[in-house]
């Protein structure tokens, strides 16, 4: 009776330990995390300083405590593991002034980039304070503004610090380059399986241009993925109706069309499909904005074929936009150089032909669009095209595939940070105009009183009397019938509270419809609520201008912030003086503005 016990005992199963092993199979099955731990040594046992409340410690040599006793998901483990060997691989293992926020820091740092890869049971829900996206950057935070709670509890090992300073050995390998060698690999395995899937759903065929499509795919990983995602169209009666001579791009519809009539060899058609890869890639579909689409196109094309050129990309064809006075410069500054002389520019040709942009607006040949790119549910086409191509910057430089010009690096970092709200951009502009004055303690406003000492007043800062002559600003205000009252109460809202926020003790209204309506100077506060709107009629803001620049009480180094809806006729002189545009987003200015011009959200 006794041995059978004892085999009961024996066949028993233990969860904790299966699980623990399950979690060191699904962390060794993901690309990144199983190189990573390839290069450590995972220890359990009794006399280790494994924690006593928690999973895992990792030391500075690469090995990672293992407390196997205490049960967990697999994907609980497996997330521990990862977040012990991402320590090492993002070099966390540095001497700190206080090491216990360095340790926090990092183990948030590395909780939010296991979020981000959807790995383990990484959700703790907190967001971090803005602009802390690094380790560094928390720390410093952390250092002044003190640990939160709800930041604590994101490491491995409970209450205790999840990383043990050690002897590294001499020989281990740079924990940095692992990482960087696991990112390559995962994202070159990516575009090679999205690749497949590309040619498995458009019944791939060995042509000229799905050959030139592939060898960006195998050799020139900064436009490998995007490659991956575009399908080649090269039917000559498609061409023909959509009047393409060479080659153009429909970005939504994520089709790259090749006239098959054209004679290209091999180099020369990589140098094309680069061309309208790069179009795609920066978002030149929908950055013009205000711009005339065809001469936005040139400018475009000039940047392109110039990088392109720059870079060894293929062979640049004859005939295609290129000039030496344009090198280094934005398609922007490009496109200011060329509005002025229209009549040249507009007889020059792109791919598509003269007069033609070989970016296709809209849908493409049928007028589809699209709401996810490459099949990813959930994606947008600007998330995934600015994603792909900044991952496939990192592969391209970690991997030495030759020299990028700096320009097209800046603005490939640029895209990928998401744009500046609205108001903050207003509110820097208001602090450039307005740089903060001196102050001095004055009993005429007393502040509040302490607690403490309620009896006893106590001066308060106030600006100096001096300092605010001359600190006023102008606003036109479109009053006419296609005002939005909603966009209204949001423009005077932000000014008014912007205004008191930099000491601006009066700002001068000037309302505008078919007239001018002088309201003269008003306190910020009393902007948004006592404001009541005169006119109803046309849009002509000149008027008003006029008003402000002949007005003797106005300053003339005073700035001006014109309010409006975009519907004006008039082609604004501002003569010179300071100002700044606030219209509606996606609203289209009718001239070129000279000003920075701030597109409210939500209007």
Known sequence: ???????????????????????????????????????CYLISGEKIPSPSDGLARVSQSGKIYCNQKKLAE??????ALAHCALH?????????????????????TVERFLSEMKFGLSDHGAKLPQGMNNEEKLYEYFMISGVSDVYQGWGTAGKAADMIFDQPSEDVKSWATVFADSLAS????????????????????????????AWFISNYPLLGAIAASFTMVEDEDVCRRMQITVAAISCEMQEIYINPLTRMNAEELRFVIGHELLHAALRHDIRHEWRDPYLWNIACDFVINGWLTEMGVGDRPD???????????????????????????????????????????????????????????GVDLDEFYRRVLAQGLEYHQNRGRGLLPAALIEEIRALSHPPIPWDVDLAWWFDEMFLPIEKKLSYARPSRRQSSSPDIPRPSYVPRDETLDGRTYGVVLDTSGSMDRKLLAMALGAIASYSAARDVPGVRVV????????????????????????????????????????????????????????????????RGREHAYLIP???????RPKGKVFRMKGA
């Open 88 to 108: 090492l691989a993002m070099e966390h293992f540095q001497v700190k002034e206080n090491q216990i926020f360095w340790n926090i820091a990092c183990d948030v």
């Open 319 to 377: 005939g295609l936009l290129y000039d030496e006075q344009f090198k280094g410069q934005s398609a922007e500054n490009i496109y200011d150089q060329i509005v002025t002389d229209m009549r040249t520019y507009r007889k020059l040709a792109t791919l598509r032909g003269v007069g033609l942009g070989d970016i296709i607006p809209g849908g493409g040949q049928d007028g589809k669009t699209v709401g996810n790119a490459g099949g990813s549910d």
């Open 1 to 39: 009776m006794a041995s059978k016990d004892k085999k009961k005992v024996k066949d028993k199963k233990d969860p904790a330990l299966e699980n623990y092993y399950g979690g060191i199979k699904m962390a060794h099955s993901h690309p990144i995390i199983g190189s990573l731990l390839l290069h």
């Open 74 to 79: 697999p994907k609980e483990w497996a997330g």
């Open 186 to 213: 995962a994202v070159a395995s990516a575009v090679r399986e999205a690749a497949r899937e590309s040619n498995r759903d458009s019944g791939y065929r060995n042509t000229r241009a799905n050959r030139a499509k």
């Open 585 to 591: 987003d996606g609203a289209v200015l009718p001239f």
């Open 511 to 574: 309302f505008c419809d078919a007239e001018a309506y002088d309201q003269g100077y008003m306190k910020p506060e009393d902007i948004a609520e006592t404001v009541k709107v005169k006119g109803r009629g046309g849009t002509v803001l000149q008027p008003g201008i006029d008003l402000l620049h002949n007005a003797v009480d106005f300053p003339k180094e005073a700035p001006l912030l014109i309010i409006t809806d975009a519907g004006c006729e008039d082609r604004l002189m501002l």
